[in-house]
């Protein structure tokens, strides 16, 4: 059974960093494409970045420059490093793993950017 599951969220005040976390067990990471998702209050969820099963990277326009995804083949958990966090960055965020046609999503964590 795959499983993720998500933590590092928290409360932090804007220009702020915090660190994501997706452990993923049932499944070896480097086989998948990884993507880190966010939904805030009354939105829809949106795509936030990806790192696909070769490594390679890609932002929305929103985060670039400001966040870095990443991945630990060794310890299987795929990272969001989040710098310059502003007000509009407060969500949960997700971590979703596409492998073939399956779709795994973790639980979410929630980000608070505020003074």
């Known amino acids: 059974q795959v499983q993720l599951a998500e933590s590092g969220g928290g409360l932090v005040q804007p220009g702020g960093s915090l660190r994501l976390s997706c452990v993923v067990s049932?499944?070896?990471?480097?086989?998948?494409?990884m993507g880190w998702f966010r939904q805030a209050p009354g939105k829809r969820r949106e795509w936030v970045a990806g790192?696909?099963?070769?490594?390679?990277?890609s932002y929305f326009s929103t985060v670039q420059d400001r966040f870095t995804i990443s991945r630990d083949t060794a310890g299987n958990t795929a990272y969001l490093q989040m710098s310059s966090l502003k007000p509009e960055d407060t969500a949960v965020y997700y971590c979703?793993?596409?492998?073939?046609?399956?779709?795994?999503w973790g639980q979410g964590t929630q980000v608070t950017v505020s003074s």
């Open positions: 979703r793993l596409d492998w073939g046609a399956n779709i795994y």
């Open positions: 790192i696909s099963i070769k490594g390679g990277t």
């Open positions: 049932g499944l070896t990471l480097s086989a998948a494409d």
